[in-house]
């Protein structure tokens, strides 16, 4: 579980440096993003290693419906990561698509995983992405909305998300339990 928590911690002190130290990352110029892109992965890997190596400890027996819900709302998790919100029309004016995108990704994740390591992982990741979203209000207050995209657009990207979803379950079924049921 050690090797979990320094994943997490690797994977929000990558992503908090430019927040925190914005002075220090601008002086690193371009380098600060090697930088940053190589904790993030070191975090990762952390994280998936600490993770199946985790012991199996449930907290709760998330009932087999859950499953269904949980592919829905990956649907919506994937499509909010796609560039769909800069494009589209029906969340072109959204301010944060990729945070929330990624806090459905975890919500997902929690309502078929009631193990200790997976409440730990996915709420821990649920609320970094939260606390991104307000430190970002925060620091950049005076955000535009974009009032662009079109219909077309959005139906494009739903369907990749659709199938961006069977690629990855299918990813996921060859490391781990499948994400689809039967």
Same mark, same amino acid.
């Given at each position: 579980m050690i090797v979990l928590i320094l994943g997490l911690a690797l994977w929000?002190?990558?992503?908090?440096?430019?927040r925190v130290m914005p002075e220090k990352r601008a002086a690193m110029g371009d380098s600060a993003k090697g930088m940053v892109a190589a904790g993030v992965l070191g975090g990762v890997v952390l994280m998936v290693f600490g993770y199946r190596a985790s012991p199996h400890i449930d907290l709760w027996y998330?009932?087999?419906?859950?499953?269904?819900?949980n592919n829905l709302l990956m649907v919506f998790a994937l499509y909010l990561t796609s560039p769909a919100p800069k494009r589209g029309k029906l969340v072109s004016g959204m301010?944060?698509?990729?945070?929330?995108?990624?806090?459905l990704w975890a919500i997902a994740h929690l309502?078929?995983? $009631?193990? *200790?390591?997976?409440?730990?992982?996915f $709420?821990? *990741?649920?609320?970094w992405s939260a606390v991104t979203a307000q430190v970002i209000n925060r620091a950049e207050p005076n955000w535009q909305r974009n009032t662009g995209g079109t219909y077309a657009?959005?139906?494009?990207f739903l369907v990749a998300s659709i199938v961006l979803l069977g690629v990855i379950g299918y990813i996921h079924g060859l490391l781990g339990p499948s994400p689809f049921p039967g």
């Open positions: 929000v002190a990558a992503h908090a440096f430019k998330p009932p087999t419906f859950m499953v269904h819900i301010r944060h698509p990729m945070q929330t995108g990624f806090a309502l078929v995983n $009631g193990d *200790l390591a997976s409440v730990i992982l $709420g821990t *990741l649920l609320i657009m959005d139906g494009m």
